[in-house]
């Protein structure tokens, strides 16, 4: 299927390699062949059905332009465009608070790229941040497969200073101003646990 976005510009899907699992006495690694998006996904049914948070992935809004019928009980979309920039991946409730975050992967062992970033998802970032609402980021370092939640702040203030040079956020920044999440049973992604961490803050 062939998609564009709202310019016409064609979307190309970055494909990533799955990782072999790594064994660590200390850890429980969640790479069953698994994206971070699959992995949030299953950690959110599972805060759902114990009546934990309610949070969903949010769908991204699409206009099919051509479909094709292989079959009369199949169709196949075969080209679409985004109706619009999409947000973030990720909103819902806990605890009464708002929440609203992206999850973003990269295969960079010592940095985390900016680029991963599009400006309108920072716009849209601190304007919940401004009504009051918790923003992060969940970062997952695919090749050591380490996890880290960061918070919304330490992010807009590497964007915003993007024009002195640097590009990107060091691992060990990430490391520092973030919070180190290790893979569990379940949830998969005990990402909540860290985020009582920014209510309390």
């Known amino acids: 299927m062939v998609l564009h ?12 390699k799955r990782l072999p699992h790594r064994e660590h ?7 069953r062949g698994m994206s971070l998006e699959e992995e949030i996904n299953q950690s959110n049914a599972y805060y759902l059905q114990k009546e934990i948070a309610v949070i969903h992935k949010k769908p991204v809004p699409i206009q099919i332009v051509q479909v094709s019928y292989p079959k009369r009980s199949a169709a196949v979309i075969k080209e679409a465009y985004f109706k619009q920039s ?3 991946d990720y909103n819902g409730v806990y605890k009464g608070y708002y929440l609203d975050f992206e999850a973003k992967e990269t295969k960079n062992k010592k940095s985390f790229p900016l680029s991963n970033f599009h400006e309108h998802q920072i716009k849209h970032m601190k304007a919940c941040t401004r009504q ?16 880290f939640l ?11 200073n993007q024009a002195k040079g640097r590009k990107s956020i060091e691992k060990k920044v990430i490391a520092s101003f973030g919070y180190a999440i290790n893979y569990h049973v379940q949830p998969l992604i005990p990402y909540l646990t860290y985020v009582d961490k920014l209510i309390n803050k």
């Open 5 to 16: 976005y709202p310019n016409g510009q064609t979307y190309h899907q970055s494909s990533s």
């Open 25 to 31: 006495s200390d850890i429980i690694f969640g790479n």
């Open 86 to 88: 999409s947000t973030t």
């Open 150 to 160: 960061l918070p919304a702040a330490i992010l807009f203030n590497y964007w915003d």
């Open 132 to 147: 009051g609402g918790i923003c992060f980021t969940i970062i997952k370092f695919s090749v050591t497969q380490q996890l």
